[in-house]
């Protein structure tokens, strides 16, 4: 790379951080204009693109870069990553094979090629991917978490020893315990030692809400004022440009069942899904305008028509003729202005029994989403909370809102999955219940579990913990969630 494309390198790259994407563009461009190796760029110039909504030139910039003489491994790391955006996984994985290649020493490309293969359902080349990245580094602690939850530890077949070694060390910081500590109590939990498994759920909690400046209160303000600028919805005439009977948003909190549900549908004829996205929210804010009052009003406000043909283009960039599903399960902020916009999309809002819900996020370690889930205190407000918009928009919405109670999909998956599709005006298939042959990528946090058949098994598993969940117990029926009578 010559000094200029260097210097064009550097600027394109803080164009991008700073949201400048047209700008960057030009930048990126020049600094692989005269590029023979794959470069790091190129991997820029593909996100700019994507950002720009431009997925067909990304797709040409990395087809072009990977027929280049081989780069650097950080290069083709890059590349995989864009390709992971774009939907192109397989490609991602080869990519990140190739920077495991040139770079067997870099512990970051082993976990993002084991994270890779887990969206893909390889569980054991992930698992081996895992096992790579912590013996060149036994301080990668991601991949403790991340082999952990690849599969149900058995007594013959289990990390404890390893975990339990590793949570001993005198150089042990809170970073450590966090992703060890989860990995140990879910194992733990897999062997049916559940007392010890809540010890150490409660410290990687601990752990994980000791780094966090969070309030609650403010998520709690959020949804009143949400409640409060959407009493009705203003639904314009029909025969807009924007076919918004395509759509399928499901909502719900995390870990209640959502993926499960878009397994389901994705298993059947004509329907696929953009996964976890921001896209309707990005849609909704870009809509926005300046002006009086404060974002939750403006938004409110916000032109329908513009929110829909701002949606549609990032939702389906691609023309796709398919029914699209939408999985970000706290869209539920947004099922107002989504059927303000998207008046024939459909939204399907999965409800789990309290307790489980709330154990089954409390129990698990989130990216940089759902500060709320470490500390019972914040989770019994938060759900009461959620409970609260979510009767209002069950008031507002009425029939709207198709509700699917996850204890009942789990246990008739068949008739509650032909009920889904009848609301969604799809054709049912009893084939969808066989999510384990659903070759479709997952990259969320039951990305491993929905490789199983369907199972009832975590209806109830708070039971074990009874003894330990009495404060959060006592938590949610002081804000007003209905418990269990024996709870």
Same mark, same amino acid.
């Given at each position: 790379?010559?000094? !200029?494309? !260097?210097?064009?390198?550097? =600027? ?5 951080? %700073?949201?400048?994407? %047209? ?12 590029? +023979? ?8 110039? !593909? ?25 650097? /491994? ?17 490609? %991602? ?101 559940? &007392?010890?498994?809540? #010890?150490?759920?409660?410290? %990687? ?22 409640? =409060? ?62 002006? $009086? ?46 059927? $303000?916009?998207?008046?024939? /999309? ?55 809102? #198709? ?6 999909? +789990? ?8 009920? +889904? ?42 039971? #074990?913990?009874?003894? #330990? ?16 009578? &024996?709870?």
């Amino acid at each position: 790379m010559t000094p !200029a494309s !260097a210097s064009a390198d550097i =600027e394109a790259f803080r164009l991008l951080r %700073a949201g400048r994407l %047209a700008e960057a563009l030009p930048l990126a461009e020049q600094a692989v204009a005269n590029a +023979v190796v794959c470069l790091p760029t190129h991997a820029l110039l !593909a996100t700019i693109l994507v950002g720009l909504r431009r997925p067909g030139d990304a797709e040409t910039v990395i087809s072009r870069a990977v027929d280049l003489k081989t780069g650097s /491994a950080d290069a083709y790391d890059g590349l995989a990553y864009v390709s992971m955006a774009l939907g192109r996984h397989e490609r %991602a994985s080869a990519l990140y094979r190739r920077a495991t290649a040139l770079a067997p020493q870099t512990t970051r490309f082993w976990y993002n090629l084991a994270c890779c293969e887990r969206g893909l359902g390889r569980l054991s080349e992930a698992e081996a991917a895992c096992d790579r990245s912590i013996a060149v580094d036994v301080t990668q602690y991601p991949s403790y978490l991340l082999r952990s939850e690849l599969r149900v530890q058995t007594p013959e077949f289990n990390h404890l020893i390893e975990l339990q070694a590793q949570l001993a060390r005198p150089e042990t910081d809170g970073r450590a315990q966090m992703f060890l500590g989860y990995a140990l109590a879910k194992e733990l939990d897999d062997l049916g030692r559940y &007392d010890e498994a809540f #010890h150490w759920f409660s410290r %990687a909690a601990h752990a994980r809400r000791s780094r966090l400046a969070y309030d609650v209160a403010g998520d709690e303000q959020k949804m009143r004022r949400i409640a =409060e600028v959407y009493p009705r919805i203003r639904v314009g005439p029909a025969g807009r440009a924007t076919d918004s009977s395509k759509y399928i948003f499901i909502v719900g909190l995390p870990r209640s069942g959502t993926t499960l549900l878009e397994r389901i549908l994705t298993g059947l004829p004509g329907v696929s899904s953009n996964g976890e996205t921001n896209n309707f929210s990005s849609a909704l804010m870009a809509a926005t305008l300046e002006g $009086q009052g404060d974002v939750f009003a403006r938004a409110a406000a916000a032109d329908p028509d513009a929110v829909a043909a701002n949606y549609a283009e990032r939702a389906n960039a691609l023309g796709s003729n398919d029914k699209i599903v939408e999985k970000l399960p706290m869209n539920y902020l947004y099922a107002g202005a989504i059927k $303000q916009a998207l008046p024939d /999309a459909r939204i399907l809002a999965v409800r789990r029994a309290p307790l489980d819900s709330c154990f089954a996020m409390y129990r698990t370690l989130f990216g940089e989403a759902y500060p709320f889930s470490y500390d019972f205190e914040d989770l019994a407000r938060y759900f009461a909370g959620y409970e609260r918009l979510m009767n209002h928009w069950r008031a507002v919405l009425g029939e709207e809102i #198709h509700e699917v109670v996850y204890e009942d999909l +789990v246990r008739e998956p068949d008739r509650e999955g032909s009920a +889904v599709a009848d609301h969604c005006g799809l054709v049912w298939s009893p084939a969808a219940i066989e999510i384990q042959k659903n070759t479709s990528v997952s990259l969320t946090a039951s990305a491993a579990q929905v490789r199983r058949p369907i199972y009832g098994t975590s209806s109830g598993r708070w039971r #074990h913990y009874r003894r #330990h969940l009495q404060p959060l117990i006592a938590a949610l029926r002081q804000y007003g969630v209905a418990v269990p009578e &024996d709870a």
